[in-house]
């Protein structure tokens, strides 16, 4: 019997999310988005009674130690319902140990514990974070007076044996001068696409402007701590010009601004990490928050800054905060040191074969294909792939992170330029200049793109090799680059085989990969709930492994 401590880590933010863990075993992660079918879902009073507890795999021991994590959101106010309703919910040990921790450090510990690093500097960059009269690490800042101070950045020294802050940017929320990166971004991403989690869009924008056109200057930086300048300030607020696809928008104005707000946020940023090399000497960095989905930053992080090494997990917003609480308990409440190590984001609990030949039941208007065996199944979707289909792919335990990287997936073939703007268009039901992704070989990776090193979480936009450029258009942003994957000799099976069987059909070690989601929809995470998207959008086919879905009147093909 596995007599290890089982913690528990919740994260109770936008993205909220919760990690289980036996000893330094990850048992499942999971964003509750996935469960409720509410992108950017935040943590409520109830979530354990309505969604965690009946809906996910808990073990038969008790639960010996919690931890959780708040934002500067006002949940913080129901700390003693959320008491009750784990009690209710859930098993606890007698003596379960409990701990409540401050956002940042829940994101140093989902960011450096589980990395593959001896020691390194830290940096966390996000929107805003705890209040600084909660928080629970060692930091010798500034004395503050009286007011609702946040912090928006956060700098450490991290080993295996302690974590040191070495400086925190802290905002009052009672000043009306908004500062940090984080808040400039998401100030940016407001002032065009308002809403939750668009940030994406303003850097998939961003290359289609000019950086220069409006004027703007850089933002202010002193050491880490970054203001955003008056004209910044003026022109974000001047929503109705740039709020993209509105009556009376101009495309240019707005990727004009999204390219000099995405210049000016990267300048920053390599301004702080050079910084920060200088406060540390140390050559290994691990960023987190919400700024490192970033990738055409993090690309600049690994090529324009003295660090040697730079790691960002698959989760690295506030959802893997989870991860962070859960290693917090096992680390400092338990005193064992983690083993786990964030080699891979398929996190989530794994549907059995039942679900899947459930969900499957109901087939009048489609076809299914057992087809047992690895070889078998790749050979009848890359048949698919060759001939111009797009393919939904489900697989295994889920994703934990906002990028799916083979577990619930889309694919298609990257050669022809078409498939791009109809999946856009007609899948994903998005802006047409939304870039997408290309999983390739990791062996193969260098002969495609300029990249210093493996990216198997697709967090860096590196270069398309321009002689390659053209065999790849629908993987190639405007601006030459891609956010890529690899997938290494001990990656996923059934990834390797696809890309393997496309590269000795076609040459091109290299597939187009996109989550596998609808218009506003979290990613997919139950059989039933791929079969359902799998319907409704115009794909060709369903792989859930031994079964390959078709449908008994094909959609057209994309032209």
Known sequence: MNEAPVVLGINRTQDASVCLMQGSRLLWAIQKERLTRRKHHWGKVGDFRDHYGPRLPWPERPIDVVVECFSSDLEAGNLALYEDELTASLRLAPDCRRARISHHLAHVY???????????AVMIVDGQGSPVSELTEHWGGAAYVPGDWREVASFYRADRERVLCLDKQVWNRDDARLVGLGMFYFLLTQTM????????????????????????????VEAGQVSIPAP???????????????PGTVFDDCANLAAAGQRAFEDALLEVARWLHAQTGLPRLCFAGGTALNCSAN??????????????????SDAGTALGCAMYGLAELCHESPAFRWTHDDLGPAPNRQDIEAALLDRDDVKVDYLPGLDALSSHMLDLLRNNRVLGLLQGPSEFGPRALGHRSILADPRRAAIRDWINARVKQREWFR???????????????????????MQFAAPVRPQMAARVPAITHVDGTARLQTVGPDGDPLLRRLLGGFEARTGVPILLNTSFNGKDEPIVETPREALASFRQMPLHALAMPPFLVTKRIEPELPT
């Open 193 to 220: 696409f308002p809403g939750e989690g668009n940030e994406g869009k303003v850097m998939g924008l961003a290359p289609h402007g000019n950086a220069r056109v409006l004027g703007l200057p850089p933002l202010d």
């Open 232 to 246: 910044w300030r003026a022109i974000l607020h001047e929503r109705e010009r740039f709020r993209y696809g509105q």
């Open 299 to 316: 690309e600049r992080l690994l090529r324009e800054t003295p660090f040697r090494e730079v790691f960002i997990p698959p989760a690295p």
């Open 110 to 120: 989902s960011v450096f514990h589980p990395s593959p690093f001896r020691e390194a």
């Open 435 to 457: 870039p997408l992704a290309p999983v390739v070989l990791e062996e193969r990776a260098h002969a495609y793109f300029d990249l210093p090193g493996p990216s198997p979480f």
